[in-house]
């Protein structure tokens, strides 16, 4: 294929407009936009059609299925994500980024950008942060919750973290809930027999998240670092971030697809098995407070939380225990298109869409390149049909997997073609992309 491509006739967006013009990438990058030259040009046609930067998902568990995932991705207009490092029992986070790297990122379609975890709270030591920076590392993320799984972080670890993260201008990420309080409302059900999923949100009430989002917020103004609230809920934890905004802090939050869309409940249906996460869903006023959030910018992000996990392998088996159920649900590539979907409801503008869903997370966790249209950036793409009504479909999603909580759902377009630096990977809605590989993006520096 030529080595330069013209994407013409399409509107192009940006978070503070959209106007009409033609996009021309050489050699992996954005080499001009408006009036371009064509002259030995591959054109993709985008006549009627808007054209987005790629989308960033900043919040995905991609490690063990990267090929599948990533491969979605793209199919769904996503061309960089963040993705969570795992971590085997006994290595240090600089380990564990090292060996992803080495053995996980050769088999990226899309682009990666690491988030380093804290898994093993007791082990953490002063450097580790400096270390695992050192590899291109920009962010850390804490689980406050999950005491029964040995990760949750007590306030001592978190503040040292936050503390080494602030002095090397990482951001923290944090999973906020109250995991020991969590931890006696889960023991209470199960004593009492009750082992049904109805249990899962009885057991993690949303004032357990806001009372987690206020300290975490708290701990990061005294650390002095930038704090960043993974899967907000609803009103209470909203409200503690727009307080830390209000002094000042540098805070954000994110909303995830599955919040966005469903109910409480949905975990007391027959299909509840389908929505086992955390945090929990919440009510229908919880879930309107969030589109508000993410129209007038009480949010900041719009992510997937993708989890690569089966219905019949990891779900079905132990169904009829919520303590043993693994948690999340897949989405990575339905974010954007339903993003797209939501946009004209509730006041989201497309501009507003490519705030959340591509220009700020580039902006926030440092991806140079990202997350806009323009000269210079990487010849990363979204062409998006609005005139072609579709539906998503597990087969459209094309991630390997048995299930999507999204089955069916109705779509306003569908994506025709993406491009990922510079390479026509998705063409009329059909991956063209299985040469192409991703890049590691270093960030932090
Ligand atoms: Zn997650």
Redesign the pocket.
């Given at each position: 294929m030529s080595a330069v491509t013209a994407v013409v006739g399409g509107t192009i967006v940006s978070p503070s407009g959209s106007v009409a013009g033609d996009v021309l990438v050489r050699d992996g990058a954005i080499a001009a936009v408006g009036e371009v030259d064509r002259t030995g040009a591959e054109v993709v046609d985008a006549s009627g059609c808007l054209v987005l930067p790629g989308a960033i998902d900043v919040?995905t568990?991609i490690f063990g299925a990267v090929a599948d995932d990533t491969r979605s991705a793209l199919l769904g207009g996503t061309t960089s994500m963040l993705a969570?490092v795992d971590a085997e029992p006994g290595e240090r986070p600089v380990e564990a980024a090292r060996r992803t790297i080495a053995d996980e990122l050769p088999k990226a379609h899309a682009d990666v950008a690491l988030h380093t975890v804290i898994w093993e709270p007791e082990a953490y030591r002063p450097g580790d942060m400096r270390d695992v920076h050192a590899l291109g590392v920009g962010s850390v993320k804490l689980w406050l919750a999950y005491i029964e799984l040995g990760i949750m972080a007590d306030d001592d670890v978190a503040f040292a973290v936050m503390q080494e993260a602030a002095a090397l201008g990482m951001v923290v990420l944090a999973?906020c809930e109250n995991g020991r309080v969590i931890d006696v409302l889960t023991r209470e059900l199960v004593a009492a027999g009750e082992m049904g999923l109805g249990s899962l949100p009885r057991s993690r009430p949303i004032a357990l998240e806001a009372e987690c989002v206020h300290r975490f917020l708290a701990m990061a103004e005294v650390a002095g670092s930038t704090a960043y609230v993974?899967?907000v809920t609803g009103s209470r934890p909203m409200q503690e971030l727009a307080a830390a905004r209000g002094r000042g802090q540098a805070v954000y939050g994110e909303a995830c697809v599955h919040h966005l869309l469903f109910d409480e409940s949905c975990h007391h249906g027959d299909d509840a098995l389908r929505y086992v996460m955390t945090p929990p869903l919440r009510s229908p006023g919880d879930r309107a407070a969030l589109r508000g959030g993410l129209v007038r910018g009480g949010l900041d992000t719009y992510a997937s939380?993708h989890?690569h996990l089966r219905l019949d392998r990891d779900k079905v088996p132990v169904a009829d225990d919520f303590t043993r159920v693994p948690t999340?649900v897949p989405g990575i590539a339905a974010r954007l298109p339903i993003g797209l979907a939501l946009a004209g409801e509730d006041g989201l503008t497309v501009e507003r869409l490519v705030e959340v869903a591509c220009a700020a997370p580039a902006r926030i966790f440092g991806l140079p390149g990202k997350g806009a249209v323009a000269p210079g950036n990487d010849g990363d793409l979204v062409v998006w049909d609005p005139a072609a009504p579709s539906a998503i479909t597990l087969e459209g999603l094309g991630d390997g997997l048995d299930w999507t909580p999204y089955d069916g759902f109705e779509l306003p377009g569908r994506i025709r073609h993406v491009l990922a630096r510079g390479v026509h990977v998705v063409e009329d809605g059909t991956f063209i992309g299985e040469e192409h590989r991703g890049a590691y993006l270093a960030v932090g520096g």
């Open positions: 919040h568990h969570f999973h993974v899967h939380d989890c999340g």
